[in-house]
């Protein structure tokens, strides 16, 4: 269990520092601030403006959809853009195509939010019983 989480604590960064090493040397440094900073600026006007109001809507207790979910993968393109290093940025550029972000929403729901399937209403949930059942409680 350990290992994993080593891995990716360490792996990880140094990964992104290694890219970011490596385009430095093939752009030059002031180059490679100017993409990592654009980046970021491009991240954070993506959380600003557009992945906020999806995450509200996913906080009304929508059930999973594929639509529902295009805002917050576009919110975790944001963030990964905004993470420094140029790998999590390849991650991260995919998501932000419409056709992508349809298919990992599919892939997701198909596997965490189909009715009847794991995660379901109905489904057979990880710890037994009846998986991914919301109950909402309202203050009245």
């Given at each position: 269990?350990?290992?994993?989480?080593?891995?990716?604590?360490?792996?990880?960064?140094a990964?992104?520092?290694?890219?970011?090493?490596?385009v430095?040397?093939w752009?030059?440094?002031?180059?490679t601030?100017?993409?990592?900073?654009?980046?970021?600026?491009?991240?954070?006007?993506?959380?600003?403006?557009?992945?906020?109001?999806?995450l509200?809507?996913?906080?009304?207790g929508?059930?999973?959809?594929?639509?529902?979910?295009a805002?917050?993968?576009?919110?975790?393109a944001?963030?990964?853009?905004?993470?420094?290093?140029?790998?999590?940025?390849?991650?991260?550029?995919p998501?932000?195509?419409?056709p992508?972000?349809?298919l990992v929403?599919?892939i997701?729901v198909?596997?965490?939010?189909?009715?009847?399937?794991?995660?379901?209403?109905?489904?057979?949930g990880p710890?037994?019983?009846a998986?991914?059942?919301?109950?909402?409680?309202r203050?009245?």
């Amino acid at each position: 269990m350990c290992g994993p989480i080593l891995l990716v604590l360490i792996g990880l960064p140094a990964l992104e520092i290694y890219g970011i090493l490596k385009v430095g040397q093939w752009v030059g440094a002031f180059e490679t601030m100017l993409l990592l900073a654009t980046a970021f600026m491009l991240g954070l006007g993506l959380i600003r403006g557009h992945s906020l109001a999806a995450l509200r809507r996913i906080q009304t207790g929508a059930p999973p959809s594929p639509d529902v979910l295009a805002g917050p993968l576009v919110f975790v393109a944001a963030v990964l853009l905004m993470v420094p290093g140029f790998f999590s940025d390849v991650v991260a550029l995919p998501l932000l195509l419409p056709p992508v972000r349809r298919l990992v929403a599919r892939i997701i729901v198909r596997r965490f939010g189909r009715p009847g399937g794991p995660g379901g209403p109905g489904g057979q949930g990880p710890f037994g019983g009846a998986g991914g059942s919301f109950i909402v409680i309202r203050r009245g």
